[in-house]
């Protein structure tokens, strides 16, 4: 009898400690552990499920699943889910207002579901996380743009591209983006705005910066030699030719980059020809009958509205479009006055440096700078920085140097009456007319209203027949 209570007490021990070591470990887990039996009846619920059901075990065992879903607990169950399908469960819910993924066991005894065993993990923590990690991405990426950004800035500077606004800024990141490829390109925008710079920087951050970089202006080239210059020609082929023949400026850009400037200039018999080189790839020289290959990028600038000149009949329709597959427009100085200061101060450090002086601009005459317009832009900002600086008295620039200066004595007797109920266009038409006629009552030569208005001789000439207006001087 000893021997069997003794055997009693052993067993009852055992058994106890077998239990006590099966919660330890159910405990031990970061998952939660759920135990139902085969009808939904909670037996065991771990601390991990505690703390993430955000509910106590005492609560939870004994009762059916169908009552916890009822109260609200849970949005569904997983263990229900198994008893319907009597197959694995993994099931996305909400506890508590938390977000909970479970995946529910079957096991079966004797053919019969016997048990289910739940286990459960809280991931609306992983979603923090994966929020945090996005936020973080985000900021980086802010990050890299403004590194990017900053880099953009010292390339551009490196290529005399001096700029502050935001205008600048999306066009010197648009050029970064289109340089790579070999699209054509035509970039437009008021005389002096700086587009053969922005033509060099382009061809600078190309796959060709290695390889020949041609400038061609097409308004500065005689027509009867535009031809020629453009195409080479083969020896003999007209008087005065040189005997050896020319290899044309489109043969020299090969493999390189071709800069036409002033493109609205081009005579339209030459644009015909202009427009197998982009569509082919080839050229024919004057007075040759061989083809011959070129692989270039072609840029292509104008200070004219091309498109009104299609429709004029003055400018080829296919040429237009095949040049504007990449349109860049670069705004006036006086659209983007955040970029002025920068100019100002840049243009005087390089004429102190390549005189040697020491020069400044006082707050006065740098106001003064700031208000005026600048209808010949960044060319005239470095025309007039230069002037002022080898032609002041002064170490100090004042305001009294620049109200001197024949440009602001010529504003000043412009009626700006003329402004009140007219757009933009008419507005700037007018200015232009009042302007010129007013250089040429002071001036007796077109160079000379060249250096007064700080604009090309060929630009004045032009803007002259645009208007509609004679050009003709004083004989005095």
């Keep these: 009898m000893k021997n069997i209570e003794y055997d009693s007490i052993d067993y ?214 535009l031809e020629s210059e453009l195409f080479g020609y083969e020896k003999g082929s007209f008087t005065g030719a040189n005997k050896e023949g020319k290899v044309g400026l489109i043969q020299l850009a090969n493999e390189g980059t071709l800069f036409l400037d002033e493109i609205g200039e081009l005579p339209l018999n030459l644009q015909v020809k202009l427009l197998n080189v982009i569509q082919n790839k080839e050229i024919t020289k004057v007075g040759g009958n061989s083809v011959i290959p070129v692989d270039i990028r072609i840029i292509a600038a104008t200070n004219r509205n091309l498109f009104e000149m299609v429709k004029n009949q003055e400018f080829r329709e296919d040429l237009y479009y095949r040049l504007n597959v990449i349109p860049i427009t670069i705004p006036p100085l006086r659209e983007r006055k955040e970029d002025l200061p920068l100019l100002i101060k840049h243009f005087l450090n390089t004429f102190n440096a390549k005189y040697n002086y020491n020069k400044t601009i006082s707050p006065e005459a740098m106001k003064l700078l700031l ?30 140097d620049i109200i001197d200066h024949p440009i602001f004595n010529m504003l000043d007797s412009v009626d700006m009456e003329f402004c009140k109920d007219k757009n933009y266009k008419t507005i700037i038409e007018e200015f232009d007319r009042k302007l010129l006629l007013e250089a040429m009552k002071i001036c007796k030569s077109t160079a000379e209203m060249s250096e007064i208005l700080d604009l090309d001789c060929s630009t004045i000439r032009k803007k002259f027949k645009r208007l509609n207006i004679k050009l003709e001087f004083d004989k005095e």
């Design 371 to 400: 208000n005026y317009n600048w209808p010949g832009n960044i060319r005239e900002v470095e025309n007039l920085i230069e002037r002022l600086l080898v032609t002041s008295n002064d170490d100090l620039i004042s305001k009294y």
């Design 12 to 225: 009852q021990n055992a058994y106890n400690d077998l239990m006590n070591e099966f919660n330890a470990i159910l405990d031990s887990s970061d998952d939660g552990i759920h135990i139902t039996d085969g009808k939904g009846i909670t037996l065991r619920f771990n601390k991990s499920c505690e703390r993430i059901d955000g509910v106590s075990a005492d609560y939870v065992i004994g009762k059916n699943m169908e009552e916890l879903v009822a109260e609200g607990i849970y949005s569904e169950s997983v263990a229900l889910a198994v008893i319907r399908e009597k197959k694995q469960i993994s099931m996305l819910q909400k506890v508590n207002g938390k977000e909970v993924i479970g995946t529910g066991t079957p096991i079966f005894k004797d053919g019969k579901l016997y048990r289910i065993v739940i286990n459960s993990r809280d991931i609306t923590e992983l979603n923090i996380l994966k929020r945090n990690l996005k936020e973080s991405e985000l900021i980086n990426e802010k990050y890299q743009n403004e590194l990017q950004l900053l880099s953009s800035k010292d390339n551009a500077a490196n290529s005399n591209i001096i700029y502050n606004s935001e205008k600048m800024d999306k066009i010197i990141d648009l050029t970064l983006r289109v340089a790579k490829v070999d699209s054509t390109i035509l970039i437009e925008g008021e005389s002096g705005v700086g587009k053969g710079i922005l033509s060099h920087f382009l061809h600078k951050n190309s796959l060709r910066y290695n390889n020949p970089f041609i400038k061609i202006n097409c308004g500065a080239i005689p027509e009867n030699l």
